[in-house]
């Protein structure tokens, strides 16, 4: 197979097209009639994970490797230390990042992993019904999500409806439509600010909350007859607890 033929699989099914503005979804390292190998999958990329992967494959990555461009590459920084390996293996690299949360990601978290139906999907925001309260759905999602620590905002005592946005989307607050939002990468101002407005936040972190991109895109290749092998990085976190 040759990678234009891969690319023109995920662009179908999840259009590239969607991402949003500053986001580099798409081809990041490669040509499009290079012949690949193995099919990796993974959430991000590091060192040690591209040492293991055979020459001539391809690895489809939520975070694109290059976000901002580069100004220097210095082979003893990142991302330039990977992407020195990554050429000297012949290895492709994709990314789905903005358009795979619209069309994938958070439904599959939701669905999935926390087992509530969606009601409806805008944008980066997947919305359910939840009617509990909001101390018992929030140990839910934790102990669904195997979060050994969790950051609540208690802006309301009840959840009738919440809304799930995996990664970073506190952002998306001023249009959020629902009791409860759940997201990673909570600021403290962004906090503060849900409080003051009624709203209930629960942190579910950012790796915790899109660690599920490999095991949900190797389920959609299944479907179109092509085996993803999922070589997941790690958390660059470590809790320690006080």
């Known amino acids: 197979m040759k990678l234009r033929e891969l690319y ?8 590239f097209e969607m991402q949003d503005s500053w986001d580099n979804s798409g081809l ?9 190998g193995t099919i990796y999958l993974s959430l991000d990329i590091e060192a ?39 050429i000297k293996k012949d290895i492709a690299i994709i990314a789905m990042h903005t358009n795979y949360d619209q069309t994938h990601l958070n439904r599959y978290v939701l669905e999935e992993v926390l087992g509530y139906e969606t009601e409806e999907v805008e944008g980066y925001l997947a919305y359910f019904r939840v009617e509990k309260p909001f101390e018992i759905f929030a140990a839910e999602v934790g102990e669904k999500l195997g979060l050994s620590v969790i950051r609540t905002v ?8 919440a809304a799930l946005c995996t990664g970073a989307g506190a952002s998306l607050l001023p249009e959020l439509r629902a009791d409860c939002l759940l997201t990673g990468d909570i600021k403290y101002h962004e906090a503060l600010a849900a409080k003051e407005e009624g709203k209930a936040l629960i942190d579910i972190g950012h790796y915790e909350s899109e660690r599920y ?10 479907n179109k007859g092509l085996n993803g092998i999922i070589a ?11």
Request: hydrophobic share 40%; with cysteine; aromatic share 8%.
């Open 8 to 15: 023109a699989i995920l662009d179908e099914l999840s259009p």
């Open 28 to 36: 990041i390292l490669g040509e499009m009639d290079q012949k690949i």
């Open 48 to 86: 040690e994970m591209i040492a293991k992967l055979e020459p001539g494959s391809v690895l489809i990555v939520h975070h694109p490797l290059i976000f901002k461009g580069l100004k220097q590459v210095d082979f003893r920084k990142y991302p330039s230390n990977i992407l020195r390996e990554a």
């Open 154 to 161: 208690a802006g309301c005592d009840f959840v009738s409806r």
């Open 213 to 222: 991109f490999a095991v949900s895109l190797r389920r959609e290749l299944q």
């Open 232 to 242: 997941n990085s790690k958390n660059p976190f470590r809790y320690i607890k006080g």
